[in-house]
């Protein structure tokens, strides 16, 4: 009779497992396809993409066909441009964010100072604020200053104040650091500065390149930030360059604009794919104190 448990028990666990394994192929499979339908797409000719979308295989193959035309891009402008432009608007978000959220974490996490507990409140709250609310504002204000038409909406706040969120992160991995470590610094006749510098940013390596790869996702996939201060066309990123493509008054681009949509992809899956280790690795660390 406990033989026949046993072997109850065995099939039952291989049939969990198998369901299990079937449900995650089932799911990864639904979550990867929109990208897997859109490579297909960048290799139809036009005609076809939308009367055989339901396919993954192309009747006929254009391997070069709309990425050459799509990285010709318009006019003058050739898709290099904004992949340019992009690498650059995103390397300065990515760096004016290491810089102040590990600055102002540092400030809330072990610096005692009047309306500590008000304004990390107030820090907090902002993470409920839909960028829509703030829009407006802000636009106003970097009018008046002239920046309209130029990178420094896009790079400047960065650097003075950064994204809450990564400012929180910071916070939680900081206060997981020992106190001592602190302490001892000071006796040793180290500064504040000296502190931050030399003790806690070494021990928040994986936090901050947990911040910087949400700071490059988050940046490069930025749509409406660029389309509310940017009008010159040169100085266009990819998100915009690839809504050049589409115009409904008009006959769109389907195919260029697909194959540029996966070339835009690429940078992403690249830093994911070199990264993935810190990205987890700061998650988890940020959670566990002891």
Request: charged share 10%; with cysteine; net charge neutral.
């Amino acid at each position: 009779m406990n033989r026949k448990e046993g072997i109850n028990d065995e099939k039952n666990k291989s049939l969990r497992t198998l369901v299990y394994h079937g449900s995650i192929w089932v799911i990864g499979l639904l979550m990867i396809y929109p990208i897997l339908w859109t490579i297909a797409s960048s290799l139809k000719a036009e005609n076809e993409i939308f009367r055989n979308a339901a396919s993954l295989i192309p009747s006929e193959w254009k391997w070069g066909g709309n990425y050459a035309r799509g990285w010709e891009g318009f006019g003058d402008l050739s898709f290099a441009t904004f992949f340019l432009n992009s690498t650059f608007v995103t390397t300065m978000v990515v760096i004016g964010t290491i810089f102040s959220s590990t600055l102002v974490a540092f400030g809330f996490a072990r610096v005692k100072f009047r309306f500590r507990t008000p304004l990390f409140v107030c820090m907090i709250v902002t993470l409920m604020l839909p960028q829509q609310v703030t829009l407006i504002p802000q636009y106003i204000l970097f009018h008046n200053l002239g920046w309209v038409n130029t990178y420094l909406p896009l790079i400047v706040p960065a650097f003075i104040g950064g994204i809450p969120f990564f400012i929180f992160l910071m916070i939680q991995f900081i206060r997981g650091i020992p106190r001592e470590l602190d302490e001892a610094a000071y006796m040793d006749g180290a500064s504040t500065f000296a502190i931050f510098w030399r003790i806690i940013l070494p021990l928040t390596t994986p936090a901050i390149a947990t911040v910087a790869i949400f700071s490059f996702y988050w940046t490069w996939d930025d749509f409406m930030t660029p389309l509310v201060y940017l009008n010159d066309t040169k100085l266009y990123t990819v998100a915009l360059g690839l809504q050049m493509f589409s115009d409904p008054s008009s006959v769109s681009a389907w195919g260029p604009m697909f194959a540029m949509s996966v070339a835009s992809i690429i940078p992403q899956l690249l830093v994911f794919l070199f990264f993935q280790k810190y990205l987890v690795e700061g998650i988890t660390a940020g959670s566990v104190k002891g």
